[in-house]
């Protein structure tokens, strides 16, 4: 920054003060003159081409929201054995991430229901979620909204994991009324036999690579 500093506002500082000196004293006001409209015009194209590159690094979110970020993280997994990998709900709308995600293991989609993740994100705040800015409402109903819409969104791709572990089949088995009593225990141990079940019923092990 003081490179920066030095190099751009003292140097631009002193070739303001000393261009009007070095010309004739007639030509003194209008060399000043355009001294400030080409800093001000350079300050404004800067400011725009800012903007694009804004614009352009918001561009890696596709409108489905799924993050090309977790491709290169997935690609760079892919080569690893024996990991649990958690990924964001936008990682399954691109092909490739099910390419990689299916190829070297087994998707297992968690299957909250949509009033218990509302209540969670209602609980702890909407700041962490700045999609759910666009939504009117108090946050159980603007993060039930939302979820809502994503879940139609995305879910046909959810629907294609190997494996399928929900909390309200969970919860009823157990004998709970609510899906927050699950320990996470009881979630891993479903999640366990879900696989389990695929690994019989498809020979997924030679897919997973076991």
């Known amino acids: ?6 190099t751009n506002g003292y140097l631009t500082s002193v070739l303001m ?15 000043g003159i355009v001294m400030v409209l080409f800093l001000v015009v350079g300050l404004a194209s800067g400011s725009v081409i800012a903007w694009f590159w804004v614009i352009g690094s918001s561009a890696k979110i596709s409108p489905t929201g799924g993050r090309y970020e977790f491709t290169e993280v997935l690609q760079r997994l892919s080569s690893k054995k024996q990991l649990v990998v958690s990924t964001g709900g936008g990682a399954v709308v691109c092909d490739v991430n ?17 009033e218990a993740l509302a209540q969670r994100i209602a609980a702890v705040g909407t700041h962490s979620r700045p999609r759910l ?6 946050p159980y109903t603007k993060a039930l909204k939302r979820l809502s819409y994503l879940l139609e969104l995305r879910g046909k791709n959810y629907a294609k994991a190997n494996a399928r572990v ?8 157990l004998g709970y009324r609510d899906v927050s009593d699950l320990t996470p225990t009881e979630i ?11 690994l019989k019923e498809e ?8």
Not at 1 to 6: D, K, R
Not at 166 to 173: D, M, P, Q, V, W
């Open 1 to 6: 920054m003081a490179n920066l500093g030095l």
């Open 17 to 31: 003060i000393m261009a009007p000196k070095s010309v004739q004293i007639q030509h003194a006001e209008t060399s």
């Open 98 to 114: 099910w390419d990689y995600m299916q190829k070297k293991g087994i998707v297992v989609w968690l299957d909250v229901p949509l």
């Open 133 to 138: 800015h666009y939504e009117h409402g108090d």
């Open 166 to 173: 929900s909390l309200e089949e969970i919860a009823g088995k």
């Open 188 to 198: 891993a141990i479903e999640a366990l036999q879900q696989i389990e079940g695929y």
């Open 203 to 210: 020979g997924g092990m030679v897919v997973a690579g076991l």
